[in-house]
T-cell receptor
Framework: ELKVEQNPLFLSMQEGKNYTIYCNYS?????LYWYRQDPGKSLESLFV?????AVKQEGRLMASLDTKARLSTLHITAAVHDLSATYFC????????????FGTGTRLTIIP | DGGITQSPKYLFRKEGQNVTLSCEQN?????MYWYRQDPGQGLRLIYY???????QKGDIAEGYSVSREKKESFPLTVTSAQKNPTAFYLC???????????????FGQGTRLTVV
């Protein structure tokens, strides 16, 4: 059974600091997604990572994928308050009958 | 504009009633998914479908049913057998692998179901 684990579950950090959220998964995967969710809202797509070594960046967020280690990271650079949200990774498995399984989520709070 | 639409946004159900949540997409996506989210928790997969007239149970399918009669539509019925249905329900769609590698999975705005 696929397990997708994120850590930390909760993260409180000051504005201007850097930090990394980790996403580990237990089986081979076709692709990996990162999402952002604001309180009471739906999920907003941030990144799609397709292959080993893939790196994508948007503003202060950068995501990477290591398929050999079954690990993805979401790095936050010089955090600002607007980045406060819950971040989820999600993994696609069962090639040909795709199933999208989510991690536990990381609730990020940026303190001014 | 292309997108995925869920309705209603808020839904109230009396105990013992069945209710149906709508999910429609005009993205020509093959794969569609239903998730449940409880307060402060992650997303749990209820059902998913790769093609019309076919669907698979997810991790928490008991008390729910779905149909996929059209590619654009994947309604979810919360039956009276679901003992704790109050939650936030999210529908998603994505292109099947055969449609290309660079795919995204998009989400609707969600339906908040409350049992009264």
């Amino acid at each position: 059974e696929l397990k997708v684990e994120q850590n930390p579950l909760f993260l409180s950090m000051q504005e201007g600091k850097n930090y990394t959220i980790y996403c580990n998964y237990s089986t081979t995967s076709d692709r990996l997604y990162w999402y952002r969710q604001d309180p009471g809202k739906s999920l907003e797509s941030l990144f799609v990572l397709l292959s080993n070594g893939a790196v994508k960046q948007e503003g202060r967020l950068m995501a990477s994928l290591d398929t050999k280690a079954r690990l993805s990271t979401l790095h936050i650079t010089a955090a600002v308050h607007d980045l406060s949200a819950t971040y989820f990774c999600a993994v696609v498995t069962n090639f040909g009958n795709e199933k999208l399984t989510f991690g536990t989520g990381t609730r990020l709070t940026i303190i001014p | 504009d292309g997108g995925i639409t869920q309705s209603p946004k808020y839904l109230f159900r009396k105990e013992g009633q069945n209710v149906t949540l709508s999910c429609e997409q005009n993205l020509n996506h093959d794969a569609m998914y239903w998730y449940r989210q409880d307060p402060g928790q992650g997303l749990r997969l209820i059902y998913y479908s790769q093609i019309v007239n076919d669907f698979q149970k997810g991790d928490i399918a008991e008390g729910y049913s779905v149909s996929r009669e059209k590619k654009e539509s994947f309604p979810l019925t919360v039956t009276s057998a679901q003992k704790n249905p109050t939650a936030f329900y999210l529908c998603a769609s994505s292109i099947d692998r055969g449609g290309g590698l660079n795919t995204e999975a998009f989400f609707g705005q969600g339906t908040r179901l409350t049992v009264v």
